[in-house]
Nanobody, 123 residues
Framework: QVQLVESGGGLVEAGGSLRLSCAAS?????????MGWFRQAPGKEREFVAA????????YYADSEKGRFTISRDNAKNTMYLQMNSLKPEDTAVYYC???????????????WGQGTQVTVSS
């Protein structure tokens, strides 16, 4: 089992920044080499935001987040981060972290999920 807990969400004005964290625990965490961030806005499907491999050397981003968001991880702390800059009202959503064995932008490829953290960007 893998447990994932997000934190760092909140209310921010457009143009502002937030850093989300995802703390992971569990005996089998190390076999899930890929971790990702997804988000879900009201009435919309859960969508891919970014993903990072175990070493942190390979990252992927959704096109709308490139240049604004940065994903990183600290394996010594079993924690993944999402630095979000230049936030826009359309970034408002619940943000989830997830773990998978292989890279995918498909939410169904991820085996474990956190409970989510709300990000609200005011205009």
């Amino acid at each position: 089992q893998v447990q994932l807990v997000e934190s760092g969400g909140g209310l921010v004005e457009a143009g502002g920044s937030l850093r989300l964290s995802c703390a992971a625990s569990g005996r089998t965490f190390s076999i899930y080499g890929w971790m990702g961030w997804f988000r879900q806005a009201p009435g919309k499907e859960r969508e891919f935001v970014a993903a990072i491999n175990w070493s942190g050397g390979t990252t992927y981003y959704a096109d709308s987040e490139k240049g604004r968001f940065t994903i990183s991880r600290d394996n010594a702390k079993n924690t993944m981060y999402l630095q979000m800059n230049s936030l826009k009202p359309e970034d408002t959503a619940v943000y989830y972290c997830a773990a998978a064995r292989v890279f995918s932008e498909d939410r169904y490829s991820y085996n474990y999920w956190g409970q989510g953290t709300q990000v609200t960007v005011s205009s």
